[in-house]
């Protein structure tokens, strides 16, 4: 099953997380730009870049307290306070790193 990432206000899809927890910035197109396993998030390297910890907060550094946004229960990603996504996935914290990745990353 593929898991989308929405922009928060509509159903515009910006990327998705596939069955292997890789991350791609297209939705149709095989694009990797990373992937996310037992919550660190990697890049397209293969290398730590992030963590979202059990609380929501996703973080830009696997070990210290960096945390540059946050996913809700309900799927909805925020950075500095500012609603900037919306994810519909059964690991909301997965895909929320997913989003931030993108934002941080590729966009």
Do not use: W
Request: hydrophobic share 35%; aromatic share 10%; with cysteine.
């Amino acid at each position: 099953m593929i898991n989308i990432v929405n922009f928060p206000f509509n159903t515009r899809a910006v990327a998705r997380l596939d069955d292997n927890n890789v991350v791609h910035n297209h939705i149709y197109h095989n694009c990797p730009i990373g992937k996310i396993d037992k919550n660190i998030v990697y890049n397209n390297s293969n290398y730590p870049i992030g963590r979202v910890d059990e609380n929501g907060f996703v973080h830009d550094h696997t070990q210290r307290n960096s945390p540059i946004g946050k996913v809700d229960k309900d799927g909805f990603v925020y950075k500095n306070n500012s609603l900037v996504g919306r994810i519909d996935c059964n690991n909301s914290l997965c895909a929320g790193a997913v989003y931030l990745l993108l934002i941080y990353n590729n966009r």
